[in-house]
């Protein structure tokens, strides 16, 4: 894979690099990508958030609802709106969820799951030998070793986050 690779919105007012690989690639058949997405489902590369570079316009972050009922931020283009990426309530503004469609060269971030196989439109066609799952997935099972490390090196953040976020919901 060339990493790093850059993205971007349609118009071209957000610009952005992904230093290096994404963690894990994700294709969501979930009824809440369907909607939010206007499609069959969303492909996402997850990715820490310091190793996304902006290049361009900040974009407006979204708040919008979730399966989880915690929301999720979705980093949208003040001028055109595109999407280039979420923050899901799990890691918070710790971890980007990038829209692998704008990837300047998107062929770098194929699925590697697909998730939440149970609510696919039946005339998504997965390949035999690509992993599936009906809803979400056991990550010691599918990421590869250096992506698990990654991800380990992230748990101190993600736990003070968890806790903040705890904090604030405690004080509503």
Partial sequence: MN???EGGCDCRAVRYRVATRPLFVHCCHCRWCQRETGTAFALNAMIEADRVVNLGTQPELVHTPSASGLGQDIARCRVCR????SHYAGAGPLVCF???GTLDEPALAPPEIHIFTQSKQ???LIPADMP???EYYDRKRYWPPASLARWEALEPQL???KEQRAR???QH
């Fill in 82 to 85: 595109i999407a280039v990426w």
């Fill in 122 to 124: 039946s005339w998504v």
């Fill in 132 to 134: 599936r799952e009906a």
């Fill in 98 to 100: 990038v829209r692998v």
């Fill in 168 to 170: 604030k919901a405690l």
């Fill in 3 to 5: 990493w790093p690779a």
């Fill in 159 to 161: 736990r003070a986050y």
